[in-house]
């Protein structure tokens, strides 16, 4: 493919650190070594390839002070077809290894996304959102002939048009933005401070480090904890140390070998978060079902009790077989709270309440108590 490489050449021998049975990275060409993984095994993929950024000569500043940018080998191409070739084969090495549910996710730069995003359609992926990352903090454009780069694209796809039951996490999602909808904009700044992993020379060890805020939005909104999380290109480990910081399982694939020692250090201090913190969000969709004469047979509401509505201007009387009524109308409490709105629906469980001693309560709450004991 004319692909110019640093670290381990194919025929160098592999190696793998066997740091823990929940994480571990493998030195070696990462579409060789995936294709000694089982088939469809893998719950997410997180790709940042190189972005082939084809820099001609030094990037300076104003000052005539030189960018640290990136020029090291493993971001030259000989050509737009090599680097095609190239992503076509790490592609194909991750779909084999997704399981029919797993998702993907890729980052890169305008130099190299719309290339990836063509490709990817091309192998059957299907494209589900892209996220903008907007850098709170970019680099500036040093000679002023270009607007800022300010953002950088990320791409999550299903493994097939036809896939059911990836994870999207959307309720805690929601729950976390204040009951609003997560945008596919994302303001986060560049990884920056005692985040950015450096040499005892000072210097950053890796020139495109992600910042870790941006691996925790994407695993969690797309995984759950125990998922095993596949990168193809370990870098220093971002991935891999949020996911263990998340408690989900992890393998990173690294020619480099040290990328991929700074990456052992760093995963292996990582301490993961407390299993509570990081319990699934009970959606109403995945929440066991219960029904309305269940609270009347665990005793949470006897026969008689007279549920009201939340301002108490209308009133329902329950019944020993779980129903409801209201003069000589009898039904569940769904139908009969529709019935005195006047409305076509109603949720009953959100509309009805209880008298108790501390005032109203919905029987909302009671319901809740009892996915409670079925959860513990």
Avoid at 149 to 164: L, P, Q
Avoid at 180 to 195: F, H, K, M, N, Y
Wanted: include cysteine.
């Amino acid at each position: 493919m004319g692909v110019s490489r640093r670290g381990a050449s194919a025929r160098a021998p592999r190696t793998q650190f066997e740091s823990s049975p929940d994480w571990r990275i493998v030195i070696g060409d990462c579409v060789a070594e995936m294709s000694k993984l089982e088939p469809a095994s893998v719950d997410l993929v997180f790709a940042d390839p190189p972005y082939n950024l084809q820099l001609k000569g030094d990037l300076r500043r104003p000052d005539d002070s030189q960018v640290d940018a990136v020029d090291d080998d493993w971001d030259k191409f000989s050509s737009f077809a090599a680097y095609d070739d190239f992503t076509r084969a790490w592609l194909l090495a991750c779909r084999r290894v997704m399981k029919p549910s797993a998702t993907l996710w890729v980052i890169g730069s305008y130099h190299n996304i719309f290339r990836v995003g063509a490709i990817m359609q091309d192998l059957g992926f299907w494209v589900l959102n892209d996220i903008v990352w907007r850098k709170s903090n970019p680099m500036p454009n040093f000679r002023g002939r270009r607007f800022t780069n300010a953002h950088e694209t990320m791409i999550w796809a299903a493994r097939s048009e036809k896939a059911k039951g990836y994870t999207f996490n959307y309720e805690a999602l929601k729950a976390a933005n204040d009951d609003v909808q997560a945008r596919s904009d994302w303001l986060i700044p560049l990884c920056t401070g005692e985040e950015r992993l450096k040499g005892t020379d000072g210097k950053k060890i890796h020139p495109t480090q992600k910042p870790e805020g941006l691996l925790a939005r994407v695993l969690l909104s797309s995984s759950k904890p125990g998922d095993l999380v596949l990168d193809p290109f370990n870098g220093t480990g971002t991935t891999g140390a949020v996911a263990r910081r998340l408690r989900r399982r992890y393998i990173g694939f690294e020619r480099d070998r040290d990328y991929a020692a700074a990456a052992e250090s760093r995963i292996a201090a990582v301490e993961p978060l407390p299993e509570e913190t990081l319990a699934p969000f009970m959606t109403a969709r995945a929440a066991p079902r219960v029904a309305f004469n269940e609270l009347i047979e665990r005793g949470l509401i006897a026969p008689g009790t007279r549920l009201v509505d939340a301002k108490r201007k209308v009133g329902a009387l329950v019944r020993a077989d779980g129903a409801i009524m209201v003069g000589d109308k009898v039904g569940s409490i769904h139908r009969i709270g529709a019935l005195v709105q006047g409305a076509a629906a109603c949720n009953g469980w959100t509309f009805w309440h209880i008298e108790t001693g501390g005032g109203l309560k919905p029987i909302d709450a009671l319901r809740a108590e009892i996915r409670g004991a079925m959860a513990g």
